[in-house]
């Protein structure tokens, strides 16, 4: 490996470490306050929200973030041609799908005041789903530190504004107003960091080119479409099949998983524009990347595993105190579950930038659908920890059937 790159790849994964420890140390005392002040009801129905937001903002990208930053990795010469195509197509399909979540939202059973506050999440969302787009061109120019400080900032305003209101006002209502305040902040810095970057970009507006666009960005959309399923549903249906305590439950204990993966999400941003780029002009420094990355993730998801099952009951109490005792058994479970997360955003990386996304894609799809049926089956016999126990099957199933494709595909 060219020591350029190599001491690239550690510069932008500084930058993104620094991001995600102090973003999750953040998170993690605005959690631990919440739990403490609002109890598991308030932390499931905050949770509830953004995951609800989360999974209706499926008809956001279509895989167009995931495809133009590929592109503009192997050149930057699409800057002209790809980029302000598919930035318009973007815009339309962020306003598009707001109609869609204000329509559901509608006729969603929950009171008044929750309907609002998801309208107003989703009104900021729709700046979150453009802003993504340039996160991708600055990933795609190899520069990680601009988007650590955007998502520092929005975290400090987070944790600064979100804790006095938690602990003396005790308002859900208002800390998601001070949140969607910070997340605007987060989303036009990443917007003015790219134009710096990249240069300004006039968004075009163009039918015919979108649709020649759709039609090689959908398979990373069925991808993301998958792996939100697998990945939030089980808050959405679980809140919907038992409630806010059990969701709180849920939430409270994967909180923990969420810190442990802050290490794969600082390793793949960092490794993808170069496996793009090397692909073809020299696998065998793409074979290195990956086959050291999946030893590392697969040790670190192993001690993280250890930590999380060995030391359940002291996590809980001491971080979110008794009345988050019940979610002992469901931390250890997802705990089982952290080094196959850990490896499956790995292998959907390799499989992603080197032009077997649809091989991930139907990976992807069948283990998102069998999470579905293990999630209605296993919620309504068990609860949260049936919410557990299908995320880990699901991930354990994906691991299989990657890690087979993935080094198959290596050996070409």
């Known amino acids: 490996m060219a020591k350029s790159l190599k001491w690239k790849l550690i510069e932008n994964a500084g930058w993104l470490f620094i991001a995600e420890v102090l973003s999750k140390v953040l998170a993690y005392g605005i959690i631990v306050v919440m739990g403490r002040t609002l ?19 499926v008809f956001s990208d279509f895989g167009v973030n995931f495809y133009v930053t590929k592109e503009v990795s192997k050149d930057k010469n699409r800057l002209r041609d790809l980029v302000p195509v598919a930035l318009g197509l973007k815009i339309s399909l962020a306003f598009m799908n707001f109609v869609i979540l204000a329509v559901i939202t509608l006729f969603l059973p929950k009171p008044l005041w929750v309907k609002l506050l998801i309208l107003g999440v989703g009104v900021e969302a729709i700046l979150y789903w453009v802003a993504t787009f340039f996160t991708g061109l600055m990933y795609a120019h190899e520069v990680t530190k601009y988007e650590a400080i955007a998502r520092i900032t929005e975290r400090c305003w987070a944790f600064i504004t979100g804790v006095p209101i938690l602990y003396y006002l005790r308002s859900l209502r208002t800390f ?22 990249a240069g300004f970009v006039r ?13 090689r960005s959908y398979p990373f959309w069925l991808i993301n479409l998958f792996t939100m399923i697998y990945y939030q549903t089980d ?31 600082v390793v793949i941003p960092t490794i993808l524009p170069p496996m793009a780029r090397l692909w073809e002009k020299d696998r065998k420094i793409v074979r290195t990347l990956f086959n050291k990355a999946y ?28 009345k988050f005792l019940p979610s002992i058994p469901i931390l250890k479970i997802l705990g089982v579950a952290v080094p196959f997360m850990f490896l499956n955003s790995l292998i959907g990386s390799l499989m992603n930038a080197t032009g077997k996304e649809l091989e991930f894609t139907k990976i992807v799809g069948f283990t998102a659908l069998l999470n579905v049926v293990l999630n209605y089956i296993l919620i309504s016999k068990y609860g949260a920890s049936g919410a557990a126990l299908a995320t880990l099957v699901s991930q354990v199933s994906v691991t299989i059937m990657g890690s087979y494709k993935a080094y198959h595909h290596l050996k070409i």
């Open 203 to 215: 968004p075009k507006f163009k039918l015919k080119e979108w649709l020649g666009i759709l039609r």
């Open 39 to 57: 109890g598991p009801e308030g932390l499931g129905l905050y949770s509830f929200i953004f995951y609800y937001v989360g999974i209706l903002g």
């Open 176 to 197: 998601v107003e001070a949140l969607v305040a910070g997340y605007v902040v987060r989303d036009t810095m990443r917007i003015y960091f790219t134009t710096k970057i």
């Open 235 to 265: 808050v959405v249906m679980l809140n919907l099949l038992r409630g806010n305590y059990e969701t709180g439950l849920y939430r409270g204990a994967y909180m923990f998983i969420q810190v442990a993966l802050l290490v794969p999400t």
């Open 295 to 322: 030893m590392t993730l697969l040790g670190l998801g192993i001690v993280g595993a250890g930590g999380l099952m060995a030391f359940p009951n002291l996590l809980i109490t001491i971080f979110l105190g008794s």
